[in-house]
């Protein structure tokens, strides 16, 4: 049988694998170096510089696939998984909590977070190739992955230690990688020379593209709130007498509504175009933040959290379907990697910089009143945009 014939199999099994890897080493991020004894505002510094060097990374290696003839997205994404298996391995059986720890860590989630736009040009490979792949679908169980590992783990930590953190990831990872390595490897899109010639500066290229650039700081500001709410859901949690357990069951809830939103999306995406998508994505991730600035009890933060579906789950699949309408076909990866700096690793770095500060400093309400006064901006420039507009000539 053909290898092609598996990948609608093995794509959403590498996205359900990734996003557990994810939530091993960043969606407890908090509950983990709070064992290790630092302060919420170490904890936001210890995260904005990840996110710094993965602002880095992600275009560093983008440019090294699309300028390396015999180097693709799937070989890159090998390589990454392999080194930061190694290095949380390293880490676990160490159990030190000094400096040389805590910047091995800090390449580990660099690393970690640099894959997102790979895993997205990976999967837009295969749809643009005609394979039977659906990326809503497979994305939407990327996020189950994230949503029952969340439960389990939270489980695990509350009844064990932190420490099993790193074994997971390693697990995880390592299964990932025989998955990836077994896949069909489509190669490089190669671009025309006389272009590559006449054009260049693709990251200026983009930023004079004004629908591009509003879309992209609506959802800078929109991933700001969502980058603290994921960070700090202990503290949100506990602020109405959860535990780890429950930090879980709402990284669960947030994510497993995120899964329902992606494989709604499959279906939006025939009608509406991606930004009308988007649209609507922006007006959910600010109710989602009123749910938990008012939020009195423990269902009331769930509820909120379930509201990631219709804002993360919409937003996500939309706008790598976005990016991939606005470039031409050699561009693509680099495109992927451009966008997701500027909406996400900048929001990470930004989010978790100001979120453990604004925690610390102000408290928990005022954090979460930023957050929708974030959300609510990001909606405004996104909903500026004008309707239909999808389409024009590719970057």
């Known amino acids: 049988m053909d290898k092609k014939a ?119 490979e295969y749809v643009n190739q005609k394979c039977d792949v659906n990326f809503g679908v497979a994305r939407g169980i990327g996020s189950l992955g994230w949503a029952v590992s969340a439960v389990f783990i939270g489980i695990l930590l509350e009844k064990y230690s932190p420490e099993l953190l790193g074994y997971i990831y390693v697990l995880s990872a390592g299964i990932m990688f025989v998955n990836v390595l077994f896949m069909e490897d489509l190669g490089h899109v190669t671009e025309p020379s006389k272009i590559q010639e006449k054009e260049g500066g693709l990251l200026f290229k983009c930023l004079k593209d004004t629908i591009f650039l509003m879309v992209a700081l609506g959802i800078l500001l929109d991933n700001i709130s969502h980058a603290i709410c994921t960070t700090y859901t202990i503290n949100i949690v506990q602020s109405v007498g959860g535990s780890e357990s429950a930090a879980g069951l709402a990284q669960f809830f947030g994510a497993g509504s995120e899964m329902i939103g992606m494989v709604i999306f499959a279906m939006l995406i025939r009608k509406y175009s991606s930004i009308q998508v988007l649209k609507i994505s922006s007006v959910f991730f600010a109710i989602r933040f009123l749910f938990l600035i008012f939020a009195g009890n423990l269902p009331m933060v769930m509820v909120g959290y379930a509201l990631q579906g219709p804002s993360a789950g919409f937003y996500i699949p939309a706008a790598v379907y976005f990016v991939n309408d606005r470039m031409k076909p050699w561009n693509r990866t680099q495109g992927q990697a451009i966008f997701n700096v500027l909406t996400s690793g900048m929001a990470n770095f930004i989010g978790n910089v100001i979120g453990g500060r604004l925690i610390d400093q102000l408290g928990l309400r005022y954090t979460l009143i930023s957050c929708f006064i974030f959300a609510a901006v990001g909606c405004i420039f996104i909903c500026g945009c004008s309707f239909g507009t999808n389409r024009h000539k590719a970057v």
């Open 6 to 124: 598996f990948l609608k199999y093995q794509y959403p099994l590498a996205q359900f694998l990734y996003w557990v890897t994810c939530c091993s080493c960043s969606g407890f991020v908090a509950v983990y170096l709070q064992y290790k004894g630092f302060s919420n505002t170490v904890i936001g510094t210890v995260v904005g510089i990840y996110g710094v060097l993965s602002l880095i990374i992600q275009p560093v290696s983008s440019k090294i696939i699309h300028k390396v003839s015999f180097l693709t997205v799937r070989k890159m994404l090998l390589c990454m998984l392999f080194i930061t298996g190694i290095l949380f391995l390293i880490i676990s059986i160490w159990k030190s909590a000094g400096l040389l720890t805590i910047c091995i860590f800090i390449v580990i989630n660099a690393l970690n977070s640099s894959m997102i736009p790979l895993m997205s040009s990976f999967g837009m």
